[in-house]
C-alpha cells in the first residue's frame, strides 16, 4: 500500500499569511494527487485534483504544485473560513490512502 | 445535481451486521467509480472500499478486506456496504462518495455506525 504522510500535523496563522502543506508518498504516484478540505461535522470538500488543477469554486488563493513523492498545498492570504483539516489522498493505486491531516488554526 | 444520501448506520453490538446505503441522484452509479471513506470520532479519513468505472473492479482497504463487501443496484442507482463480523474499531462516520483519479468531487453526509456491546 502507499503510505502518504503530511506535515505539520497542525499550525496555527495569521490572516493574510502564507500558509504551506506538504505531502509525502511512498512511492511515485505520478500527479495522482488530492487535496481535500475539511470542517467540523462536515464532509471533506474536494479543493484541488491532480496536483494542481482546481475544482470548480476553489479561490484562486489556494494553489497546489508536485509530482513523484513530494507536493505542496498553499494557501496564499489566509482568510478565517480557510480554518479546518486539511488531507492529502493518492488517486494512483488501490487502496486509495490518505495522509493524516494537517489542521489549520486562525490565530 | 449531483446527491449522495446514506442511510443504515446505527448502533450494533461487536460481531454483528449492518448494511449502509448511499442513494445517488443526478448521475447513473453504473458507470461511475464510487468508494466509501471512514473517519472514526476525533480521526482522519481512511479509505475504506470503492468500485472503479468500466472494469468494476472492486477494492477493499486491507481492516475490512474478507469482512465488507461493497455492491451496487442500477435499478435504484443504490452503492451499498455489507459489513460483517464487525469489531468496536470499525466505529465511524461512513461517508460515501463519487470519484476516482480526479479524486472524490462529491461526498454524501455520512451515516454513523457504533459498534459496542
Given at each position: 500500500d502507499i503510505q502518504m504522510t503530511q506535515s505539520p500535523s497542525s499550525l496555527s496563522a495569521s490572516v493574510g499569511d502564507r500558509v504551506t502543506i506538504t505531502c509525502r508518498a511512498s512511492q511515485s504516484i505520478a500527479s495522482y494527487l488530492n487535496w481535500y478540505q475539511q470542517k467540523p461535522g462536515k464532509a471533506p470538500k474536494l479543493l484541488m485534483y491532480a496536483s494542481s488543477s482546481f475544482q470548480s469554486g476553489v479561490p484562486s488563493r489556494f494553489s497546489g504544485s508536485g509530482s513523484g513523492t513530494d507536493f505542496s498545498l498553499s494557501i496564499n492570504g489566509l482568510q478565517p473560513e480557510d480554518f479546518g483539516t486539511y488531507y492529502c489522498q493518492q488517486s494512483?493505486?488501490?487502496?486509495?490512502t490518505f495522509g493524516q491531516g494537517t489542521k489549520v488554526e486562525i490565530k | 445535481e449531483v446527491q449522495l444520501l446514506e442511510s443504515g448506520g446505527g448502533l450494533v453490538q461487536p460481531g454483528g451486521s449492518l448494511r449502509l446505503s448511499c442513494a445517488a441522484s443526478?448521475?447513473?452509479?453504473?458507470n461511475s467509480a464510487m468508494s466509501w471513506v471512514r473517519q472514526a470520532p476525533g480521526k482522519g479519513l481512511e479509505w475504506v472500499s470503492g468500485f472503479t468505472t468500466s472494469t468494476a473492479g472492486t477494492y477493499y482497504a486491507d481492516p475490512v478486506q474478507g469482512r465488507f463487501t461493497i455492491s451496487r443496484d442500477n435499478s435504484k442507482n443504490t452503492l451499498y456496504l455489507q459489513m460483517n463480523s464487525?469489531?468496536?474499531?470499525?466505529t465511524a462516520v461512513y461517508f460515501c462518495a463519487k470519484g476516482g483519479g480526479g479524486g472524490f468531487a462529491y461526498w454524501g453526509q455520512g451515516t454513523l455506525v457504533t459498534v459496542s456491546s
Amino acid at each position: 500500500d502507499i503510505q502518504m504522510t503530511q506535515s505539520p500535523s497542525s499550525l496555527s496563522a495569521s490572516v493574510g499569511d502564507r500558509v504551506t502543506i506538504t505531502c509525502r508518498a511512498s512511492q511515485s504516484i505520478a500527479s495522482y494527487l488530492n487535496w481535500y478540505q475539511q470542517k467540523p461535522g462536515k464532509a471533506p470538500k474536494l479543493l484541488m485534483y491532480a496536483s494542481s488543477s482546481f475544482q470548480s469554486g476553489v479561490p484562486s488563493r489556494f494553489s497546489g504544485s508536485g509530482s513523484g513523492t513530494d507536493f505542496s498545498l498553499s494557501i496564499n492570504g489566509l482568510q478565517p473560513e480557510d480554518f479546518g483539516t486539511y488531507y492529502c489522498q493518492q488517486s494512483y493505486s488501490p487502496p486509495w490512502t490518505f495522509g493524516q491531516g494537517t489542521k489549520v488554526e486562525i490565530k | 445535481e449531483v446527491q449522495l444520501l446514506e442511510s443504515g448506520g446505527g448502533l450494533v453490538q461487536p460481531g454483528g451486521s449492518l448494511r449502509l446505503s448511499c442513494a445517488a441522484s443526478g448521475f447513473s452509479l453504473s458507470n461511475s467509480a464510487m468508494s466509501w471513506v471512514r473517519q472514526a470520532p476525533g480521526k482522519g479519513l481512511e479509505w475504506v472500499s470503492g468500485f472503479t468505472t468500466s472494469t468494476a473492479g472492486t477494492y477493499y482497504a486491507d481492516p475490512v478486506q474478507g469482512r465488507f463487501t461493497i455492491s451496487r443496484d442500477n435499478s435504484k442507482n443504490t452503492l451499498y456496504l455489507q459489513m460483517n463480523s464487525l469489531r468496536v474499531e470499525d466505529t465511524a462516520v461512513y461517508f460515501c462518495a463519487k470519484g476516482g483519479g480526479g479524486g472524490f468531487a462529491y461526498w454524501g453526509q455520512g451515516t454513523l455506525v457504533t459498534v459496542s456491546s
